[in-house]
C-alpha cells in the first residue's frame, strides 16, 4: 500500500513535494494511517485535531490520544476544542454540517495563519460510496453522483483510491494504533445505517463491488466533464454579466431543446434547489422571483436576472447648503456657477433659490410624482417607469434627489422642471453625477 500510495502522490499530488501540509487527523482508523503513510515521505506537515467535545470523556481521550503520538514523534500538532453543541443551536443546524463548518473554517484559519499550503483529509473508496448512496438516495444531478473530489480548493484526499479494507490491513500489518468511535456503531446517522446494512449488502451481491463503483465514479467524471465544457460555451452566448449580476437571456435561452439543463448548471452553484418553480418561472410573469440562502432569481421580461440578495434597507441621505461633494450613496459635486453648461443625463443645472436645504437622497416610493422636464404636466413615478420601459431592477436602483421630499431630479435619468433656471433666476447651482 505505501507504494502505491506514493505512485498516487507523484501522479494527483506532485506540488506536495514543495509544500507545507497539514493533516486532519481524529485518531481513528483512517487518519492513523494517512498520517503514517505521510510520515513515510519527504512532505513537510503538521497535524490538526478537532475536539467537538460531543461524545465527553471519549472525545477528550482522542485528543490526548493525538497529542501522545505527535509528541513521541516529535509532529507539530493544533488542538482546537469547539462548544459543537451549542453551535448547533445558535446556527440551527444539524450536528453534521456544524462540525463540517466549524472544522473547515478552523483549517483554513491554520493555513492562512501557518502558512500551510493544503490540509489533507482521510476520506476513502468506502466514503465515496457512502456519499454516492447518500445523493443517490436523496435525487441529485449528475455532479452529485461523481462524489468527493481528491482535491477541491486547498482539501485534498489522497487515500480515495484505497478501501477501507486496505487501509485495515495496512494499520494491522503495521501495528498502528488508533481509536474507535463508539459513534460509528450507531445506525443514528444515515451514513451508518447505509455502512451497516445497504453496503454489505451491494458488497455479497458482488465481491468486485468497490472496484466496478471506481470505475463507474471515473466515467461519471469524465461525463461531468463534458457537461461542465458545453456549459461554459452556452453561458458565453446566452448570459450576460453586469456589475453584481448575470443576465440570461431568455429568448436565446429558449432556442435550446435542454435549455432546463443549462439552468440547472448555471444555477446549482448559487443554492438554488426549487427546479420546478425556477423551470416555471421561465414563462411567468415579470416580477417573479425566487431565492436561495443568499441570492435570488428575479424575471425581468425577456430576461432572467441572479444577483445577491440584501435587507439593507437605505435611509435618506443629506446634503447641507454649502456641500460641495456627496462620495455615498452615491458619488456627486455640486457647484454654484454663473452660467449654463451642457446638460446631459449625469449633470443638471436647477435655481438654487428654489431649493429647501438640506435636499435629501432616498428612493422611490409608492405614490411619488414629479413633473419631468420635457413634458407636459405631472406625472406619477410609476407610470413614468412603465412607460420609460424601467426594469424593477432599474426601479430599485434609481434614485431620487428631492427638495422638502418635492423631487428634484431622478438622479441620472431626467430633472424636474419646477426647479429649472428661467429668466428670473439669480443662483445656478450645478449637480453632476461623477
Known amino acids: 500500500m505505501l507504494s502505491k500510495f506514493q505512485n498516487h ?63 513521541a514523534n516529535s509532529i507539530q500538532g493544533f488542538f482546537q476544542k469547539f462548544d459543537t453543541q451549542q453551535f448547533v443551536e445558535d ?15 478552523w483549517f483554513y484559519e ?28 436523496r435525487g441529485t444531478g449528475l455532479d452529485g453522483l461523481t462524489g468527493i473530489p481528491s482535491q477541491n480548493d486547498k482539501i485534498i484526499r489522497p487515500l ?9 490491513t495496512f494499520a494491522n500489518e503495521n501495528q498502528l494504533k488508533w481509536r474507535e468511535d463508539s459513534s460509528n456503531a450507531s445506525d443514528k446517522y444515515l451514513r451508518n445505517k447505509i455502512r451497516h446494512h445497504v453496503v454489505p449488502l451491494l458488497k455479497e451481491l458482488n465481491p468486485s463491488f468497490l472496484d466496478s463503483f471506481e470505475n463507474t465514479i471515473q466515467n461519471l467524471k469524465q461525463a461531468q466533464s463534458l457537461v461542465d465544457d458545453a456549459s461554459r460555451i452556452v453561458y458565453r452566448k446566452v448570459v450576460q454579466d453586469v456589475a453584481n449580476q448575470k443576465k440570461i437571456n431568455l429568448n436565446d435561452l429558449l432556442q435550446l431543446p435542454n435549455y432546463q439543463s443549462y439552468l440547472y448548471q448555471w444555477l446549482k452553484p448559487f443554492g438554488f434547489s426549487a ?56 458619488k456627486m459635486r455640486l457647484s454654484y456657477v454663473s452660467e ?20 435629501q437622497l432616498r428612493k422611490w416610493q409608492e405614490g411619488d410624482y414629479f413633473y419631468p422636464f420635457g413634458m407636459y404636466g405631472k406625472k406619477k413615478l410609476s407610470k413614468f417607469f412603465k412607460d420609460e420601459k424601467f426594469s424593477l431592477i432599474e426601479k430599485r436602483n434609481t434614485w431620487l434627489l428631492c427638495s422638502k421630499n418635492q423631487i428634484v431630479w431622478l438622479v441620472g435619468k431626467r430633472m424636474d422642471v ?3 433656471i428661467t429668466e428670473n433666476t439669480q443662483t445656478i447651482l450645478k449637480i453632476q453625477l461623477v
Open 9 to 71: 502522490l507523484s501522479a494527483q499530488f506532485p506540488f506536495l513535494q514543495k509544500a507545507k501540509l497539514l493533516i486532519a487527523v481524529s485518531g481513528g482508523l483512517d487518519s492513523m494511517v494517512l498520517l503514517d503513510l505521510i510520515s513515510k515521505t519527504n512532505i513537510e506537515f503538521a497535524v490538526a485535531h478537532c475536539n467537538f467535545q460531543l461524545r465527553g470523556v471519549e472525545s477528550d481521550e482522542d485528543e490526548n490520544f493525538v497529542k501522545s503520538y505527535c509528541e
Open 91 to 105: 446556527e440551527k443546524l444539524s450536528i453534521q454540517v456544524a462540525a463540517r463548518k466549524l472544522r473547515y473554517e
Open 110 to 137: 491554520l493555513l492562512a495563519k501557518e502558512n500551510f499550503d493544503f490540509v489533507a483529509t482521510a476520506h476513502h473508496l468506502d466514503d465515496q460510496l457512502e456519499t454516492f448512496l447518500i445523493h443517490f438516495s
Open 160 to 168: 480515495l483510491i484505497f478501501s477501507r479494507d486496505e487501509i485495515e
Open 275 to 330: 427546479w420546478q418553480d425556477i423551470y416555471d418561472l421561465v414563462n411567468a410573469q415579470s416580477g417573479k422571483q425566487i431565492f436561495s440562502e443568499h441570492f435570488r432569481l428575479l424575471k425581468d421580461r425577456e430576461t432572467l436576472i441572479i444577483e445577491p440578495k440584501t435587507d439593507r434597507i437605505f435611509d435618506e441621505y443629506f446634503i447641507n447648503k454649502n456641500q460641495s461633494e456627496l462620495n455615498f450613496p452615491l
Open 340 to 359: 449654463i453648461g451642457k446638460s446631459d443625463t449625469k449633470t443638471i443645472f436647477v435655481d438654487a433659490d428654489a431649493l429647501k436645504f438640506p435636499l
Open 418 to 420: 419646477r426647479f429649472k
